[in-house]
């Protein structure tokens, strides 16, 4: 398995996985609540790219993940109840973790959770940070099993109608 930064000539291939994922989510349960074609999205894989935060999962030339690492969250993070006083910037935000319906319960997400944390500190941040909808289980479990603590749940100020908060996760080393 390869874990590298999303290129310009895989933002379609990104787009279209994300694509499957929610189109199979909305055939089981969308847990995160992901909406086909609007996030996540071919639009927001180039803009994460762009960034230089996007990163794909292959296993040989098949596609198995995709997900987000930057040092940005996407809504007031401050609202967290964190158990460290970080400033943003000095920590990583995991946005929009993926796996292939067919690769999942095989290690992949840990093995992504993985490369985010060995990254992380690599790099010199002091904590991963991220949120979830709070019925989102097997992204809950996926986290606590990989050292990940709960923070509380936040109106993260995002305007998303039918998710007034999210749970919110770290892992600080």
């Known amino acids: 398995m390869q874990i590298r930064k999303c290129r310009e000539p895989d933002i379609a291939r990104t787009g279209e996985f994300y694509d ?11 847990y995160p609540r992901w909406i086909c ?12 790219t762009e960034n230089g935060a996007q990163y794909i999962c292959l296993c040989g030339d098949k596609l198995i ?8 969250p ?9 158990s460290r006083e970080l400033e943003e910037g ?16 095989q290690g992949a997400g840990t093995r992504i959770l993985r490369f985010c944390i060995d990254k992380a500190k690599s790099d ?11 019925d989102n289980y097997p992204a809950r479990t996926l986290f606590e099993k990989n050292g990940f603590t709960y923070a509380g749940d936040a109106d993260l ?13 770290e892992l600080n080393w």
């Open 90 to 105: 000095s920590y990583m935000v995991l946005h929009a973790l993926a796996i292939d319906p067919d690769a999942q319960r």
């Open 157 to 169: 100020e995002l305007s998303i109608g039918d998710i007034p908060a999210f749970s919110l996760y």
């Open 65 to 72: 993940g995709a997900f987000a690492l930057s040092s940005e």
């Open 37 to 48: 074609r609007v996030y996540p999205s071919e639009d927001s894989v180039r803009a994460m």
């Open 124 to 134: 010199g941040y002091k904590a991963i940070r991220l949120d979830v909808v709070p």
């Open 20 to 30: 499957r994922v929610v189109t199979w989510l909305d055939a089981h349960i969308n």
């Open 74 to 82: 996407q809504g007031s993070y401050r609202k967290g109840h964190w």
